[in-house]
Nanobody, 116 residues
Framework: QVQLMESGGGLVQPGGSLSLSCAAP????????MSWHRQAPGKERELAAS???????RYADSVSGRFTISREYAKNTVYLQMNSLKPGDTGVYYC??????????WGRGTQVTVSS
């Protein structure tokens, strides 16, 4: 079973910033899509941002202009820079990777809380 290592969550005041990271095992090299999803309390999990193997980025309307997804090939890592955070961004953030060979792996999630 593939294990993704997420880090970077925490408590931040409204208007603040956080950066999340997610590292995949070095053995995985055929990424199609790396993405971040989030789940707010009492709501369904939703896509926040994704990046493809050719660097096409996609963002949810609610985070566009505030969040930036990026990837570092040498470290098999995907990042999510979150700026101008709002209380509505509170939730558990999950990393996901999909590969050309059909692997679909999830991280365990990291809590992000935006509160004064």
């Amino acid at each position: 079973q593939v294990q993704l290592m997420e880090s970077g969550g925490g408590l931040v005041q409204p208007g603040g910033s956080l950066s999340l990271s997610c590292a995949a095992p070095e053995s995985i090299t055929d990424f199609n899509v790396m993405s971040w999803h989030r789940q707010a309390p009492g709501k369904e999990r939703e896509l926040a941002a994704s990046i493809t193997s050719d660097n096409y980025r996609r963002y949810a309307d609610s985070v566009s202009g505030r969040f930036t997804i990026s990837r570092e090939y040498a470290k098999n890592t995907v990042y999510l820079q979150m700026n101008s955070l709002k209380p509505g961004d509170t939730g558990v953030y999950y990393c996901n990777i999909r590969t050309s060979t059909g692997l679909d792996a999830w991280g365990r999630g990291t809590q992000v809380t935006v509160s004064s």
